[in-house]
């Protein structure tokens, strides 16, 4: 039986089914801290019977500052997945599809627009896995991996795959044929 809890420190010692996989991006301890106090209630782990850590997400609410209204890259107050990851023996249980909805619920509550995530256009597991859970491609982000593991040039292409929640009733913040508008990773606010 696997359960879902908030994520502790001590959870840093115990990340090794997760975090050995190749398709897993690693973080340094104070990154992983830095989402713990400022978001705990959008850090998830997953655990197995045993008490293993076979699963995890990390997402946090954010929004662009005020003065970047008017461009057209503004985002506003949403939640942001910033890693969800399963361990492989763990993986086709649903588990991504669980984390993901405790994340959109809070998120929900908290008044939020939608959900984002940025994910390697050539992960194509990955991008069918949220396309199934309502997620759809907003745009393409060029060469925001430093690296692409196809082989296919310097870097790789992201997706900026959205979910609109309730408060988005017209749905103003999805975009059809979103895989055909591209943008440069300056024009992402990082603040």
């Not at 090794?16 to 990154?31: C, G, K, R, S, V």
């Not at 991996?145 to 310097?154: E, F, L, Q, V």
């Not at 609109?164 to 943008?183: A, I, M, Q, S």
Request: net charge negative.
């Amino acid at each position: 039986m696997t359960s879902l809890r908030a994520f502790r420190p001590q959870d840093l010692f115990h990340m090794n089914l997760t975090n050995l996989d190749p398709l897993t991006e690693n973080y340094n301890i104070d990154f992983y801290m830095h989402y713990l106090i400022n978001w705990p209630s959008l850090f998830t782990v997953a655990e197995d019977q045993d008490g293993n850590i076979i699963g995890y997400m990390m997402g946090k609410l954010e929004e662009d500052p005020f003065y970047r209204q008017f461009s057209p890259h503004y985002l506003p107050h949403h939640g942001h997945i910033t890693a969800l990851t399963i361990s492989p023996q763990s993986r086709r249980l649903g588990l991504a599809q669980h984390l993901t909805a405790a994340l959109e619920h809070a998120c929900d509550a908290a008044n939020a627009w939608f959900v984002d995530l940025f994910v390697r256009a050539g992960n194509k597991s990955a991008v069918n896995l949220y396309k199934g859970m309502g997620y759809s491609v907003f745009r393409v982000v060029v060469d925001y991996y430093s690296d692409d593991p196809t082989g296919g040039g310097a870097g790789e292409d992201a997706f900026d795959m959205r979910k609109p929640l309730k408060r988005d009733k017209k749905r103003e913040h999805v975009r059809e044929n979103g895989e055909d508008f591209k943008v440069e990773p300056e024009d992402l606010w990082h603040g």
